[in-house]
């Protein structure tokens, strides 16, 4: 049960199974071959200059209680919209019941951490703050996280989901970034915190805090599939970004503000703390 | 069931409730007064200027199948942080199960249609491609709209979400965007078509393609809890974009890759005036 696309246009394989009424499973197995746009279309794209059209790309991206959802759901955009690549949503829970992201949210998992491929091109987690906090001291979760990471082509993350890849022991020495509020904590895991939003150390792809997630894809899509598939999944999401207020990090947010968010998350890295110290040696 | 929030940091609330194999039932009666930060740093961002901490606004999000799921979770984010806000997903299915999306990520509804509260603060809907026809076409997903509008102090979309509120003739008049696609469709539910990031008219606020929805949300937050809030919910998400890529618009992509992405799309007007033929007059 997997969300592999055939076409390049968001989900309109899926057309056929689309009524209203329809069982998920229904969707899952969905005719891959209807879609928008003439195959001539597609292949037309194909022409277009650094641009690989096709690909067989798998990509597991892990679900755990209390993550932040859109850290998964911007790159999940990406990602499942290249055409022939497979994208599982793992959950580290027993079986394939929805997980509820920090803000209530759920989405329902694919897999379970047992049954996802070993062999990947992206090994992918999302952050969050609890939730994150409750997966770093989960051994299955670490666990599987060591063992897709030592064959994956890509080893991932956004947000605080970098905390843990660096509980599973894969940031020794590597360059990596995280939400604002846990970049320094990545010290921590021998780490070596960047201020950047997007930060690539060998195979290790790391993006800051919550909406970095659409640039990291974006810089993972360019490396998969050439800057010119990239520039095509930046016009399908439309993505010319107009944020309407200041700010966006603590440099450039209002001094008041900035100070205020940064007291509310003081905590955070004494949580980290902790959570580390539950690793095994 | 509803993902009520009193907390500003993303999901902070749940985290008693979110140990790995924790129900999705106790995750959304969670309680809520688990937060980082002290009471006193909280109520500190309160003396910001230009921000409302507290709130009460009901918002209701539509999901139905064939969504797209960033249209609908970059602004979740941002509506479910808002301390005192309760954010239901409704469901245009006849039951709570998953709802999948377009690229068959599925998400869990907290509500049906029937049972989502009469009056709300902010009525939203995403968009999809083949899934938001579908959407057009059915005739209780339409009364909905119309009847929640009614009485909605924001009536709202992102992407194609418009032609949705379009075919509920509640752009009659009204200048209104989508995703580049399916703007110019606008017109046949004699809505002004305006190429803008987010386009207000009166209490009708509707956003351009999938990744419009973050700056659309953030407009919307300012707009209920002031500047100061959204600039506090921006750092949240640390939402300082830096697509590594050009382009995001057709305009400022590659011209040869804006070509073919548009002969791509080019047969969706039709489909959209299609499902437009069969509403009620």
Known sequence: MTSTRRTLLAGIGAAAALAPMMALQRAMAAD???????????????????????????VAMLLYPGFTALDLVGPHFFFASMMGATVHLVTNGADLSPVASDLGLAISPT????????????LFTGGGLQGTLNAMKDTATIDFMVDRAARAKYVTSVCTGSLILGQAGLL??????????????????????????????GNVITGAGVSAGLDFALALVAALRGAGYAQALRLQAEYAPEPPVPGGTPETTDPQIAKLMQDMFAPFPAMVQEAAATRRL
Not at 111 to 122: E, G, R, S, Y
Not at 190 to 201: F, W
């Open 111 to 122: 897999v379970t951490m047992a049954d996802c491929p070993k062999d990947l091109t992206i």
């Open 32 to 58: 891959p071959n209807e879609r928008i746009g003439t195959q001539e279309s597609h292949d037309a794209l194909g022409t277009a200059p650094d641009l690989q059209m096709y690909g067989s790309e798998v």
């Open 172 to 201: 020794k020495g590597k360059r990596a970034t995280s939400h604002w509020a846990g970049r320094e904590a990545l010290s921590m895991f021998d780490a070596i915190p960047v201020n950047e939003r997007v930060v690539t150390d």
